[in-house]
């Protein structure tokens, strides 16, 4: 196994574990955050305007895109890790070593 597929499988993780464990409190926080993004625009009573509606939306997308790329990437770095910790040879090393025989 070289070091990009364990990368790639450590990304796979990372969003499985979103997936199980982030999904809802990034929809929930990002709901708040387009909240109180609509309120300071549109003013703190918020009406459920079509552009309200948006704006809320708008947030629990960007929160659940936010988190699940945060997600992805920390696997990735700890699927590169445990590739490098372990011994696995980069694809590069490989290469070189084909060409010189």
Known sequence: MTRKNATLIGAAVGLTAFLAIALLPALLYGGYAGVLLAGGIFGTPVHATLAVRALIVFGMVFGVVGVGALFAVGGAV??????????APAEATKAKAGAKA
């Open 78 to 87: 700890a699927g590169a890790a445990v590739a490098a910790l372990t011994g």
